[in-house]
């Protein structure tokens, strides 16, 4: 009994191309139940909501390290130099600008800053205003919020927004090793540190108030911000690449032998190891490794400089 059961006039003629490399995982939830539940069988009886939790935290755990899950978003960057985080950003993978040519530049974190919280040192460092005694915001929190209203700003983070010298020019650079952009750096020339030796611009991210804050020649460039989710964010994402559906399968049966009583540990074990190998071989699956490719760069890395 075959899998494809729509034409291929309505498959071309409709928008949902290349779905056939994916199985939904109601699909897997299902499969798994019919293979691995029942009298004789690994598992005798277990409830349909059992199977989903663990299929559903199998699928956020292989969307962190396995899956081909990277999402992206581009936005032109304001003047407050701040981007919101997606709605459901689990750790980004890489930023960057995108030229006039259309080249994506590389944009590096800046480790040396952040945007802490100011605190008001009115009375004490206290607000007069609060018979508690919280620490509140600095006095200057308004003003500051009118230029930016979804959240806090510190002395620090103005200071890295204005700073022109953090990172070299983005215009044409010199040949000329004793060009003085290289002076401008962090370090100067001699003991100089690799991260601030570049024009890309840099930027930190505020888990705090769920913002990404660039530094000041990034304003108005048109930002590429590619990350990872973990794969439940909407229905439609609740997929999973046919090169891992054994590979949930394993995990799905690994995590309900393992919270069960009663379960001899051997058989444990056993799909502890199963998991781990279909997980290993997913992920040789997924990285679409092509012999021509790597042929091709080892080509290039033969190549002899003169």
């Given at each position: 009994m075959g899998l494809i059961n729509t034409t291929q006039q309505a498959y071309y003629s409709g928008d949902d191309f290349g779905s056939y490399q994916f199985i939904s995982l109601e699909d897997i939830i299902n499969n798994f139940i019919v293979a691995y539940v029942g009298e004789g069988k690994i598992i005798s009886r277990i409830k349909r909501s059992d199977v989903q939790f663990h299929a559903m935290r199998?699928?956020?755990?292989?969307?962190?390290?396995?899956?081909?899950?990277?999402k992206s978003q581009e936005i032109e960057i304001p003047p407050s130099?701040?981007?919101?985080l997606p709605q459901d950003?689990?750790?980004?993978?890489?930023?960057?600008?995108?030229d006039e040519h259309g080249i994506e530049r590389t944009?590096?974190?800046a480790s040396k800053t952040s945007n802490p919280f100011a605190i008001d040192?009115?009375?004490?460092?206290?607000?007069?205003?609060?018979?508690?005694?919280?620490?509140?915001a600095t006095s200057n929190f308004e003003d500051l919020a009118e230029q930016d209203p979804t959240g806090h700003k510190s002395d620090t983070w103005n200071k890295y927004k204005s700073d022109s010298l953090a990172?070299?020019?983005?215009g044409n650079v010199s040949d000329d090793e004793d060009d003085d952009l290289y002076d401008f750096n962090k370090g100067q020339r001699y003991g100089i540190d690799p991260q601030f030796a570049q024009s890309n611009g840099s930027f930190f991210i505020d888990e705090n108030t769920g913002k990404i804050h660039f530094s000041s020649n990034i304003n108005g460039k048109t930002v590429i911000l590619k990350y990872i989710s973990d794969g439940l964010g909407t229905d439609a994402e609740m997929q999973v690449h046919k090169f891992a559906e054994e590979a949930m399968y394993k995990h799905i049966a690994h995590s309900v032998l393992a919270t069960r009583s009663q379960v001899p540990e051997y058989l444990v074990a056993r799909f502890k190891k199963e998991k781990f190998a279909e997980?290993?071989?997913?992920?040789?699956?997924?990285?679409?490794?092509?012999?021509?490719?790597?042929?091709?760069?080892?080509?290039?890395?033969?190549?002899?400089?003169?």
């Open positions: 199998g699928l956020q755990e292989l969307s962190f390290d396995t899956f081909k899950s990277t130099l701040t981007m919101v950003y689990v750790n980004y993978v890489k930023i960057c600008w995108s944009i590096y974190p040192q009115s009375s004490g460092g206290f607000s007069d205003n609060d018979s508690n005694y919280n620490l509140s990172n070299t020019n983005t997980t290993r071989k997913a992920k040789l699956r997924l990285s679409n490794i092509k012999i021509e490719e790597i042929t091709q760069v080892f080509r290039g890395k033969s190549k002899q400089i003169k």
